[in-house]
């Protein structure tokens, strides 16, 4: 599968993703599909008041899916509807091999069990060779595109795929560099001045990306913490999106890295992580 993958099922934060996807698939112009991976237990229903059903087959799950998928987008959609006979972490995995991008909701329910916190979000944040969004609740529509810069080529991958999500969304781009003093008592010039080859720094880096066309210049800003805590700060009620670079070689199934991990934990909207 190729284009918008997004992990569905009955859940609140799998109809935020599914929302989420289906818009960023129209503007960018790709295919959407809605993938819901199930299996004899693990069964879905449109009500948590239905009761497991022997019968349940492909067809009862394609049908589920099909209503899931209008009740939140309308009859009048052009999202493709996929049912897989696999657990979710291995349907998943084959989906993101050829994606151009994983959505999938804070948490989720029967084949989504746990996502966020649990081993199949997880997983996927880890080992998904595509950017993985993640949607939460209180994600908001408009605001700002915040992106973390540290000098590393995960990072400049980073802030290439927020520029384009900015630019195409129409909304200010916000690039944030973690900074500490690098010596404790330093007078005030001396501190401006550090903190200003800080701000040239993260210019300079943004200067070797082709940044897409963007309605106003990107905003540097450098702020005392740790990276983490620093996005966190910049992003908080003003930003629509936050984006971070993956640390982790997938080649040896590294660590996602600390800060993608942070960030995606406790942002209060969705998280674009970029392999």
Known sequence: MTGVIV???ESETAAL???????????????VTALMAWDYIGQHHLSSDEAFDPRYSADTAAEVLDQLVERVLGPDNHVTRE???DRAIDALD???ATADVMVIGA????GFRGLLLGSVSRHVLH???CP???VRHGDRSEGAVVVGIDGSPAALRAAQWASEYASTFERPLIAVHAWQPPIVGLSRDRVLAERGTAEAFVRQQLSQVELAQLREPVAVRVLEG??????LAASDDVASLVVVGARGDRSIRALLGSVADQVVRHAACPVAVVP
């Open 107 to 110: 948490r989720g329910l029967g």
């Open 94 to 96: 084959d989906a993101a």
């Open 83 to 85: 049912v897989t006979l």
């Open 17 to 31: 993703a599914l929302r989420w996807a289906a818009d960023y698939g129209c503007r960018r112009r790709l295919g």
């Open 226 to 231: 740790r990276a983490a805590a620093t996005i």
């Open 7 to 9: 992990g569905d099922d």
């Open 132 to 134: 993985v969004v993640v």
């Open 127 to 129: 080992h998904a060779p």
